[in-house]
């Protein structure tokens, strides 16, 4: 079946996004990385750690970027400005990348975004030529209006970033397939397989997700897992489920030819 | 001698340098690192020609792992 997730023109064959943070070191990154089938990944710009041996091993040794589609991120921004400083650097770091994951937060705590300078940010990266996967709350106004500054991809939470608290509102992650073209990923508040499970179910296009990798006992067998779900869940969806009742008069095994009772 | 803010910390130099030798000095060519100047991204193609400047705020960074 030819079911390709589409973004900004190319396509892909995985629905699942995962992140690169976390893991015990990078031997465990590139393992879980692989078991969860993801082609597209993300990764943060920190500042290099100046006292630092130069020559230690890193990321792009490890998840070479020829192999996997990077999506830098803006992780731990609170500002537009900071977060376009940040892409751009990411940008000239990977040799001119333009596909990027804007997240912009509004409280350390809650790591809630901040959709007002998310907004503005997107709006300087697409004039800037940055195609934008936004990280945003799961508004409906909020999510159409990124789509209309030209953002690639509309990334509402299922609930807050490394909550593992699952999908709370499924029918705000309605309204939103229901407004947006482009395509629809859960990104943050996945815990479990049955989670990722159920966005796919909903009809969203995909989902992205770190903690609920990294965190588990075995992140290797929970990509494996996450792969499993977001294939089953978007098979599910595809094939459109059987209508919810509360009794149904039909039961499946034939009602006629039934042996008849001894009882009386 | 000139003092330049890298990532947060003051370092001095004898003098002003070429981006290009500030990042053989940090022990950074080769490496994939990317370079903001008081907030303007440097392009890797102008490291032999940009100089740095004493009071220059750098912000030199790298891809690490992150969700």
Redesign the interface.
Known sequence: MNDKLIIAGKSYSSRLLVGTGKYKDFTETRTALDASGAEIVTVAIRRVNLGQNANEPNLLDTVPPSQFTYLPNTAGCYTADDAVRTLRLARELLDGHSLVKLEVLGDPQSLYPNVIETIAAARTLVADGFQVMVYTSDDPIIATQLEDIGCVAIMPLASLIGSGMGILNPWNLQLIMDRVSVPVIVDAGVGTASDAAIAMELGCDGVLMNTAIAGAQNPVLMASAMKQAVEAGRSAFLAGRMPKKLYSASPSSPTAGIIASTRN | MITIS????LRQFPQSISVMAFIEV???SG??????RN?E?V??STFDTAQLNDGDKL?????????
């Open positions: 890298i990532n947060g910390e940090m022990g950074y490496k994939r690192v990317a370079l903001e907030g991204i392009p890797r912000e030199i960074v790298v891809a690490v792992g992150g969700g």
